[in-house]
């Protein structure tokens, strides 16, 4: 372990981390750019690094992003990322009284203290459930893969029935190709270019980037944003006085966007709301909630923060993504030769190990990032018209799914998607199900295929599917984390703002 | 009105959902008995799904979906199009022209206002610039391939 905070310590990782957490804190701080896009788009610039700072910088990209969509959320009412929706309630009341500052300032600690235990938990719980995981086998894999489906639900924002199209139109995706297992040629309509099946990356890159892109060129806005509530200073030791006396609510808050992390393809958002909730519900001034209240943002953002570190326990252990964003960096360490799964704890301990403090130090860097340069980067950029803003991330889109595999026919992929995306989209298909279909669909089919024909050849495939004990603890893990997040899915609406 | 077209989102993505799991189940005639399960599976998920919502449209119940505001759907028709002409000709145009008219393009795309010539020219050297600069730290100091 003393390596890997060696290695992740190096004046190479340093800077990697230092400017993923500046170029993520920008991109998420810009109205309608999410983390994932963040993600997605600056992904091919760490296809030549070695894995380990490739991670850290996709790290630090997402860790700054999360904390970005702050800016915009406490300063113009409008949430850079969904995960910054709660921010908005106190942070912009806050901005209008005169302490935007404060707000911006009590947001970055909140999210390094909220970001840290993210990651702690990430060093400290990964290692014995990887060992746990080290048992698993198809079946247990196929179950991992059905929990992660059932949690369509949770995505698919108060229209279940919409969200079952969408994980459906993601596991047809998912079936296009030669089968997993078996060999069948499945809806290639004769075009041998996709019997590779569709591609993941090309395909997250699409319906991520692509509609955000189109978004952007149809609104008539010229700038992404047009005004800001104006700030004054740090006030950093004012600050500072707030969060030790809030220091119950973040680690309350850090806790809840953790164990939300961990819940697969849940995010940010969800933890936002959640721990804003429970922070009003314990707060002894439940009234000042929604007008400016310290406690508010603080939840807010500790929450958001820690879904990071959360998010990464599941993607590494199991290769389930946490967190939408998860499932582009699941894409980046496959094409980086890394598989995720309990192996990559025993036979690349180092890899996962060095990523992890890393992912630690980006956190930390935050503090100087999100308070001085961040800010100031931030005005740049929102000043730079969408008609060089929109070529740019429309390049960078193309580079992005081009630069993979070498192969043209992955940009028409990212494209079409995109578009189909973005049409689904304006009829209430969200991109969140169809990319749940898509990536955990392979994993489900491979786990039941092959388990159904061991159970045949042992004549008790019933047995096989329903008889083993990590079986049965994952399907009641399902249905625990359906009703609970039915639950935390309750509770976030009733906190949404109209 | 608005309640209307609300209503017809859900009937669409209700036909979406159908129609797309009968094709599907369609296309797995000559598929083997195991290689069918999962697209029959993800098929009937999405005809009882899509059956769900035009029942709920029909009833006209609360869906959560809120209705249709006004879209450019021209600007948005001309993107998708600059984007899918792009990416189809970057194999045999080449990667530098491609992207180099596309970019001016969709800078053209989203500007609102009428562009002067001299500001087609600014936008054209921006466009040359932004490819090149990208292309060089791409390819040159990040060692990615490039179309």
């Known amino acids: 372990m003393l390596d890997a ?9 340093l800077t990697l981390a230092f400017l993923g957490v500046l170029v993520g ?3 998420g701080a810009l109205p309608g750019l ?36 702050a800016y915009s959320a406490i300063l113009v009412n409008t949430p850079g990322t969904p995960a910054a929706i709660a921010t908005a309630m106190d942070g912009f009341p806050m901005a209008k009284r005169g302490d935007g500052d404060l707000a911006v300032t009590i947001s970055c600690l909140g999210s390094v203290a909220g970001g840290t235990i993210g990651a702690l938990a990430l060093l400290f719980l990964a290692p014995p459930l990887s060992q746990i ?14 929990f992660g489906l059932s949690l369509i639900a949770t995505l698919s924002r108060g229209a279940t029935l919409l969200g079952l199209i969408g994980g459906a139109i993601g596991l047809l995706l998912s079936c296009v190709g030669s089968a997993v297992v078996g060999g069948d040629v499945r809806y290639t309509f004769g075009q041998t270019a996709l019997l590779g099946g569709i591609p993941v990356i090309p395909a997250l890159i699409g319906f991520y980037c692509v509609p955000v892109l189109i978004e952007m060129v149809i609104r008539p806005e010229a700038h992404l944003e047009q005004r800001a509530e104006r700030m004054r200073g740090f006030r950093l030791i004012e600050a500072l006085g707030l969060m030790w006396r809030s220091k119950v609510n973040v680690i309350r808050s850090a806790v809840v966007g953790t164990a939300v992390g961990i819940i697969p393809a849940a995010g940010g958002s969800v933890a936002g709301l959640v721990a804003y909730s429970e922070a009003r519900r314990t707060s002894k001034t439940p009234e000042e909630f929604g007008k400016g209240a310290h406690d508010g943002v603080i939840a807010s953002e500790a929450s958001n923060s820690a879904t990071v570190g959360g998010g990464f326990i599941p993607t590494l252990v199991l290769g389930i993504p ?6 582009i960096i699941l894409g980046a ?5 890394i598989r995720t799964g309990p192996q990559l704890f025993t036979q690349q301990a180092d890899i996962v190990f060095t990523f992890t403090f890393g992912l630690l130090i980006a956190t930390l860097l935050m503090l100087p990032t999100g308070l001085i340069i961040g800010r100031y980067a931030y005005r740049l950029i929102v000043s730079i018209p969408k008609t060089a803003l929109a070529p740019a991330i429309a390049f960078l889109t193309i580079v992005g799914s081009f630069a993979i595999e070498a192969n043209t026919f992955h940009v028409v992929i990212m494209v079409t998607l995109g578009i189909i995306g973005w049409l689904l989209a304006r009829v209430g298909l969200e991109a969140s199900p169809i990319v749940l279909g898509l990536i955990l669909g392979p994993i489900a089919e491979a786990g039941f295929v092959q388990g159904w024909l061991i159970g045949g050849a042992q004549e008790d495939r019933f047995g096989m599917f329903f008889g083993q004990p990590i079986s049965l603890g994952i399907m009641a893990m399902t249905m625990l984390t359906l009703m609970s997040s039915g639950l935390f899915k309750r509770k976030a609406q009733k906190e949404q703002p109209s | 009105m608005s309640r209307m077209t609300a209503q017809w989102r859900l009937i669409l993505v209700a036909m979406l959902g159908i129609g797309l799991g009968t094709l599907a189940i369609l296309q797995t005639s000559h598929m083997s008995e195991l290689g069918r ?7 009937l998920i999405a ?34 199009a600059v984007l899918l002409i792009w990416a189809a000709s970057l194999q045999r145009l080449g990667f530098e022209l491609t992207s180099g008219i596309a970019v001016v393009l969709i800078a053209m795309i989203a500007r609102r206002d009428p562009m002067s010539v001299s500001s087609i020219v600014l936008h054209a050297f921006a466009g040359v610039l932004l490819v090149l600069g990208f292309a060089f730290l791409l390819s040159e100091v990040l060692n990615v391939r490039l179309p």
């Open chain 1, 322 to 327: 946490g967190t939408p964003p998860d499932a």
């Open chain 2, 47 to 80: 005809i009882a799904a899509g059956l769900g919502v035009l029942l709920q449209a029909l009833l006209r119940s609360s869906s959560g979906v809120p209705a249709t505001e006004h879209v450019d759907y021209l600007r948005a028709a001309l993107l998708g």
């Open chain 1, 34 to 69: 999410s983390a994932t896009m963040a993600v997605a788009v600056l992904v091919p610039f760490t296809f030549t690094m070695d894995p380990s700072s490739g991670l850290i910088v996709l790290g630090a990209i997402y860790t700054g992003a999360i904390y970005g969509g």
């Open chain 1, 333 to 337: 360490l496959l094409v980086q030769g």
């Open chain 1, 25 to 27: 804190t920008i991109i």
């Open chain 1, 5 to 13: 905070l060696l290695a992740a310590l190096s004046l190479e990782n």
């Open chain 2, 37 to 43: 399960v999962f697209p029959m599976t993800a098929s």
């Open chain 1, 133 to 146: 995981a080290l048992s698993f086998g198809p079946i247990e894999y196929f179950w991992l893969a059905i």
